[in-house]
C-alpha cells in the first residue's frame, strides 16, 4: 500500500488535541540553537544512577521533574513476569523521554522556521540526523515516535529487559553492526555468517540509534507518512513490517504487547521542554 503525504495534512493532524501530561525538563539556557550547539546535544544534566540489582531502579513518577539514567543494567532475569516487566519500563522510561525530548525539540525549530529553513551551518545536523534534502523529510523524520511502540520493539527485542545484547552493551532494540570500526557484539551461533549487533554505551545512546534508525531508513518511508497521521498506533505499526524478518507476525507480537500491557497509556505523557 502507497501512502501519499501532503504537509496540509501534516499540520492538520500536529493540531489534533489530546490528552497531555506535561513533564517539565529544566535547561541551562534561553537562547536556542546557538552555532556552537548540536540540536541533539542534552543541555542539562540528569542525574546518573547505579542499577546494581533492580531494586535500584526507581519507580518511574511522570509528576516528577528529575530526569536521570542509569550507568549500568541489572538483571532482572530472577524477577516475577510482572515484577521484570514494571522494572524494566522503569529502566528506560527516563532514557526515552529525554531522547523523544531532543527530537521534539528540533522539530519545533523547523516548524518555526518551515519557510526559510535550508542547508547553513546552524541546519546542517538535521539534514544530517534525516540524511535529507528537503525540509518537508525533516518534519517527516522528525516527527513524535509514540512511546508505546519504543516500549514494545525494546520489550521484544530485548526479551523484557534480559537479552546479551541488552546486557553487555545497552542494545535494546537489536540494531546490527554493519561498519568496521564501530563496537559491536557478535551473535551467538553466527560463526559463519558473522553478524554482530552495535554495542552502546548507554540505553539512551541506544534510544537515540533507534529513533534514527526509524528516521532515515528507506524500508520505513511508509511508516514515517503514516506516522504524521491521526491514526491509531495499531495502524502505524502495520508499516514496522520490516523490522524483523518475521514479517506480519512480528507486527502482531507488537500489536499484543501494546495492547496487553496497555502501553497506549504512555502516548498521553508528551515531552515539553522548558
Request: proline residues 3%; negative net charge; aromatic residues 14%.
Amino acid at each position: 500500500m502507497k501512502i501519499e503525504f501532503s504537509f496540509h495534512d501534516l499540520i492538520i493532524s500536529q493540531s489534533n488535541t489530546r490528552k497531555i501530561l506535561l513533564i517539565k525538563i529544566l535547561f541551562l539556557i534561553v537562547s536556542f540553537p546557538l552555532l556552537s550547539q548540536s540540536f541533539f546535544q542534552l543541555e542539562f544534566s540528569p542525574l546518573i544512577l547505579d542499577a546494581d540489582n533492580p531494586e535500584d531502579v526507581r519507580d518511574f513518577n511522570a509528576e516528577s521533574m528529575d530526569f536521570y539514567l542509569y550507568k549500568q543494567v541489572p538483571d532482572l532475569s530472577q524477577l516475577t513476569v510482572q515484577d521484570r516487566k514494571r522494572k524494566f519500563i522503569d529502566l528506560i522510561l527516563p532514557s526515552i523521554f529525554i531522547e523523544k525530548s531532543k527530537i521534539k525539540r528540533a522539530y519545533n525549530y523547523v516548524l518555526d522556521n518551515f519557510d526559510n529553513i535550508y542547508l547553513n551551518e546552524i541546519t546542517e545536523p538535521l539534514y544530517d540526523y534525516c540524511n535529507c534534502i528537503s525540509r518537508y523529510e525533516l518534519l517527516l523524520c522528525l516527527t513524535d515516535q509514540p512511546t508505546s511502540i519504543i516500549l514494545a520493539q525494546a520489550a521484544i527485542e530485548s526479551g523484557w529487559g534480559t537479552s546479551r545484547f541488552f546486557i553487555e552493551g545497552f542494545n535494546l532494540f537489536g540494531i546490527h553492526a554493519h561498519k568496521s570500526n564501530e563496537e559491536k557484539i557478535k551473535a551467538n551461533g553466527s560463526v559463519d555468517s558473522e553478524i554482530y549487533v552495535k554495542k552502546y554505551n548507554s540505553i539512551s545512546s541506544s534510544i537515540f540509534d533507534y529513533l534514527r534508525t526509524l528516521a532515515k531508513g528507506y524500508a520505513y518511508n511508509d511508516f514515517r507518512k503514516i506516522r504524521v497521521e491521526p491514526v491509531d498506533v495499531t495502524d502505524m505499526i502495520k508499516y514496522l513490517d520490516y523490522y524483523s524478518e518475521r514479517r506480519e507476525l512480528y507486527v502482531n507480537d507488537l500489536e499484543s504487547i501494546i495492547k496487553y500491557n496497555n502501553f497506549i497509556y504512555y502516548d498521553t505523557l508528551e515531552v515539553y521542554l522548558k
